[in-house]
């Protein structure tokens, strides 16, 4: 089997590549992450072990780069660190990491954790092939079945390492309880958006139109991510008047879509930069009176993911500028529960902006 060593300390790289081939392993090898990114996308490796601290590609951009692209998205990944960054293992695993060795390492670690990698990947390959036989008989199905593996096991890895963690530094217990609480969270956010999802497609999830308090929507929404954006230093600009129309309609639905909308734009928007929303009432003289909700931010997303941002599991390539994670079902439910609601959802972007407009009818039948 071959594995790809990435290392730029040539005495550790060379070191691991005569430990691979008394194990009976072809390793290759690459200096730095870049090299490494291009013979992982060109050979298909069947497992990679990469240091996270390398010049002009990191770590963390090479697996970054690995999992979004489908070719190599499965491949097992494991992190070399130092003692002194365990901190930072975090940001590996949300990203995707499936385990880590800590240098200096003996010979033992390092080949019973490939074979560990190994066994897990060839068990997944197997579910794989039998999500297969269940794609022929269910298309629907299939484009859950065939990612929801990847993206559980993601989570899964996490709340397995912190837990290892506990144990190894018990003073750094707390934080590490904290890594676990997010991946709990990540895990439930997918599993509910999964069902939520089945739910509209099937046509089981019912909508409940009442009349609505549309100011203290906006306005709880607006105290809630306030407090997010100042704690990641963005700029907030929030443009709602102070009467709205009447409006009937499923309020759960309606904060559904806005919370998805604000929590991507602010996945997506860099430091010291903004993200605005407006409310506006449509035209007097159209017929149907209507909601307009435009969310922007500041940053682009290339023109050819546009189209796919409403896609299942799709995610913008390194869009996740604060590396919160996501189930890539969001925006899929966003247009799934905005057609319901009877209204309809457009996203551009340019000079600078990506917008979100979301047009809904005053009053629902």
């Known amino acids: 089997m071959q594995v790809l060593v990435i290392e730029d300390e040539a005495d550790v790289r060379l070191n691991i590549v005569e430990i691979l081939e008394s194990g009976g392993f072809q390793p290759i090898d690459a200096a730095d992450g870049r090299v490494g990114l291009a013979i992982a996308q060109s050979q298909h490796p069947d497992l990679i072990i990469c240091d996270i601290k390398m010049p002009d590609l990191d770590g963390y951009e090479v697996l970054e780069a690995i999992r979004n692209n489908p070719s190599t998205a499965t491949l097992p990944f494991i992190f070399l660190t130092a003692k002194t960054d365990l901190r930072e293992l975090r940001q590996g695993m949300n990203l995707g990491a499936d385990d880590y060795l800590t240098k200096p390492f003996r010979r033992i670690e390092l080949l019973e954790t490939i074979a560990a990698r190994l066994r897990k990947h060839e068990g997944l390959r197997q579910l794989e092939l039998q999500i297969g036989e269940l794609q022929e008989n269910n298309s629907h199905r299939s484009d859950v079945l065939n990612t929801i593996t990847h993206d559980l096991r993601a989570p899964l890895t996490t709340i397995k390492v912190a837990l290892q963690m506990m144990e190894t530094l018990p003073d750094n217990r707390p934080q590490y309880m904290d890594i676990a609480f997010n991946a709990c969270a990540q895990g439930d956010e997918l599993i509910q958006n999964l069902l939520d999802l089945y739910q509209l497609e099937a046509g089981e999830m019912k909508i409940e139109p009442r009349p609505l308090d549309l100011q203290e929507t906006f306005r709880n929404l607006y105290y809630s991510f306030k407090i997010r954006t100042e704690n990641q230093q963005q700029q907030l600009k929030w443009d709602v008047p102070e009467v709205l129309p009447p409006m009937i309609s499923d309020g759960i639905s309606i904060q559904r879509v806005l919370v998805e909308l604000l929590t991507n734009a602010s996945k997506y928007t860099p430091t010291d930069a903004t993200i605005a929303v407006k409310v506006r009432e449509s035209d007097a003289q159209e017929t149907v009176p209507r909601l307009i909700i435009q969310v922007q931010n500041q940053g682009e997303i290339a023109a050819d993911a546009l189209p796919r941002l409403f ?48 047009t809904l009818p005053c009053e629902m039948q």
């Open 311 to 358: 896609e299942k599991f799709y995610r913008v390539p390194g869009g996740d500028r604060h590396k919160h994670g996501g189930t890539g079902l969001g925006l899929t439910l966003v247009h799934r529960l905005v057609e319901q609601l009877q209204g309809r959802i457009t996203v551009s972007s340019d000079q600078g902006w990506t917008k979100f407009k979301i």
